[in-house]
């Protein structure tokens, strides 16, 4: 079945880069604490913003990210001094990008190409600009233009607006599931990285493609 796929639109944290490139100065500061550090504090991350959204009480993701990381020292009854903090920030506008992402967008070079990312231009920007993709995106879109965070609808209709396609002609790239339910939700084609091996959504609805990486989206894509 040919899908007409017109654009690519991709997630950022965990999709394209490794969220958890992180744990490397988390162990540097905290020793033996860093790699569950970074693992609650990704977690909270995503709580809050959820909640966030909920509770309509908004704000940028980089004052979510902060929170957050202050939640999960307190948790684990860590130093929460400031400089410290600052030093793990900057590692979201440094995060390792995934091996295969380069050749893929590479490959990719008839399709449109744009992130959505619940990421605060001031954590994406510096991100994408200090990586190998810099220049490869044909729009960045944050969810802070329009103040909703996925997977409100709102959210993903933004960059459907702004692309000017229909959803049928957009395949929506992401490794979050809940992500990947959002965009099926208002009828974006999808495609699932689950690069750890999740276990499906149970939330009404299924990825067009489940695949280990962005290879198999090219692949997916190959044999429309």
């Known amino acids: 079945m040919k899908h007409n796929i017109k654009a690519l639109?991709?997630?950022v944290y965990g999709t394209l880069f490794d969220v958890h490139s992180v744990a490397a100065k988390a162990e540097s500061l905290y020793g033996r604490n860093g790699a569950e550090l970074s693992q609650l504090w990704r977690k909270k991350q995503l709580e809050y913003s959820t909640l966030r959204e909920i509770m309509g009480t908004y704000k940028p993701f980089s004052e979510v990210t902060r929170d957050a990381l202050l939640h999960a020292l307190n948790e684990l009854g860590l130093p929460t001094a400031e400089v410290q903090q600052d030093e793990l920030m900057k590692e979201y506008k440094a995060l390792t990008l995934y091996g295969e992402?380069?050749?893929?967008?590479?490959?990719?070079?008839?399709?449109?190409?744009?992130?959505?990312?619940?990421?605060?231009?001031?954590?994406?920007?510096?991100?994408?600009?200090?990586?190998a993709i810099n220049g490869k995106m044909d729009a960045i879109f944050s969810v802070d233009d329009i103040r909703k965070y996925k997977p409100s609808p709102a959210s993903y209709g933004y960059a459907r607006e702004k692309l000017g396609l229909d959803p049928i002609e957009?395949?929506?790239?992401?490794s979050n599931g809940w992500d990947i339910a959002g965009a099926k939700n208002i009828g974006f084609q999808t495609a699932w990285v689950n690069r750890s091996g999740q276990a499906d959504e149970e939330l009404g609805n299924r990825p067009d493609t489940v695949c280990e990486d962005l290879n198999g989206v090219l692949e997916w894509l190959k044999e429309q």
Do not use: H, T, Y
């Not at 050749?103 to 200090?130: C, F, H, Q, T, W």
């Open 9 to 11: 639109v991709f997630d």
């Open 101 to 131: 992402v380069p050749a893929v967008l590479a490959a990719l070079g008839d399709k449109r190409l744009a992130v959505l990312s619940n990421g605060s231009r001031d954590m994406l920007e510096p991100l994408i600009a200090g990586s």
């Open 170 to 174: 957009v395949l929506f790239v992401s």
